[in-house]
C-alpha cells in the first residue's frame, strides 16, 4: 500500500514564497512519476508539475512556469513543490500523486496517477 502525505500549506501574501512536501510511504514505482494538482473551489482538479523517478524530468502547466520548481529527494520518498511569486489565482488545495509508469499521454492528467495525498490547503491573499 502506497501512502502519501502532503505538508507545507498555509497562507501567504501575494509575491510570498512557499515549499509544499510530500511523503511517500509504502513503496514508490521507479518507471513512475510524482505529480502535484491543485483544486480550487467550484473547479476541476488541474495539473500543476510532475517529476519522473528515473532520470528526473520535469513537466509544468504553462500558468507556473517560472515560478514553480519540482524537486524529488530519492533517499528521502520526498517530493517538493517550490512556489515563488504566488498569486491569488494559485489559491487551492494542492495534492500529490504518484503514478506507477511514466505516460506519455496521461502525465498531466488525474487518471495518470494512482495514488493520491490528502491535500494542503494553500491561500494566497493579502
Known amino acids: 500500500q502506497v501512502q502519501l502525505v502532503e505538508s507545507g500549506g498555509g497562507l501567504v501574501q501575494p509575491g510570498g514564497s512557499l515549499r509544499l512536501s510530500c511523503l511517500v510511504s509504502?513503496?514508490?514505482?521507479?518507471?513512475?512519476?510524482m505529480a502535484w494538482f491543485r483544486q480550487a473551489p467550484g473547479k476541476e482538479r488541474e495539473f500543476v508539475a510532475s517529476?519522473?523517478?528515473?532520470?528526473?524530468?520535469?513537466y509544468y502547466t504553462d500558468s507556473v512556469k517560472g515560478r514553480f520548481t519540482i524537486s524529488g529527494d530519492n533517499a528521502k520518498n520526498t517530493v517538493y513543490l517550490h512556489m515563488n511569486t504566488l498569486k491569488p489565482g494559485d489559491t487551492a488545495v494542492y495534492y500529490c500523486?504518484?503514478?506507477?509508469?511514466?505516460?506519455?499521454?496521461?502525465?498531466?492528467?488525474?487518471?495518470?496517477?494512482?495514488?493520491w495525498g490528502q491535500g494542503t490547503q494553500v491561500t494566497v491573499s493579502s
Open positions: 509504502g513503496r514508490t514505482f521507479s518507471t513512475g512519476a
Open positions: 500523486a504518484v503514478s506507477r509508469y511514466f505516460i506519455t499521454d496521461l502525465y498531466s492528467t488525474v487518471g495518470g496517477y494512482a495514488f
Open positions: 517529476i519522473r523517478w528515473s532520470g528526473g524530468s520535469t
